[in-house]
């Protein structure tokens, strides 16, 4: 069996850990988006008939469907590099106890876990919130409808 050069499974390592930085950014900035568009223009998702809110979440569920995805097999394939990496090069005489700890013992089995909790809470919220307008709006909004 031919080992990858330690060089190559740590820019390996450095870029999985990148497009995961780069996947999280980009969950956390799409539902920036959503909940300040169901926030700010409150009176135009109300207006959508049940179709128009059906496809809404549809769409919704579909971008945390591929980025949830995205992340699991991105932490998989982390994880499994983390293993080749303690296996081929972790000795421990090499290290920096901190560094050893912290890298070459890095472990993210639980990560896929944590990426399913957090896409079926944010799809949660939006659907409570497409399914009933009280769950983000105000007592007094309620009691005066705004009307533009």
């Known amino acids: 069996m031919t080992l990858l050069d330690e060089g190559s499974l740590l820019e390996a390592i450095m870029d999985a850990r990148s497009q995961i930085d780069f ?17 700010i223009y409150d009176h135009a998702v109300a207006g959508l008939n049940w179709i128009g809110k059906i496809f809404s979440v ?23 590099m983390h293993e080749q990496y303690r296996w081929a090069y972790g000795q421990v005489e090499r290290f920096h106890a901190s560094f050893y700890g912290q890298f070459v013992l890095a472990d993210f089995s639980n990560r896929p876990e944590m990426v399913v909790y957090t896409h079926s ?3 949660a919220v939006v659907r409570l919130a497409f399914a009933s307008r009280r769950f983000i ?11 533009d």
Do not use: K
């Open 23 to 39: 996947l999280w950014q980009f969950f956390v900035t799409v539902h920036i988006a959503i909940f300040a568009l169901l926030f």
């Open 58 to 80: 549809a769409g919704i569920a579909a971008f945390e469907w591929i980025n949830g995805n995205a992340l699991v097999n991105a932490y998989f394939t982390l994880n499994s």
């Open 121 to 123: 809470t944010a799809l």
């Open 137 to 147: 709006r105000s007592h007094r909004e309620i009691a005066a409808p705004h009307t």
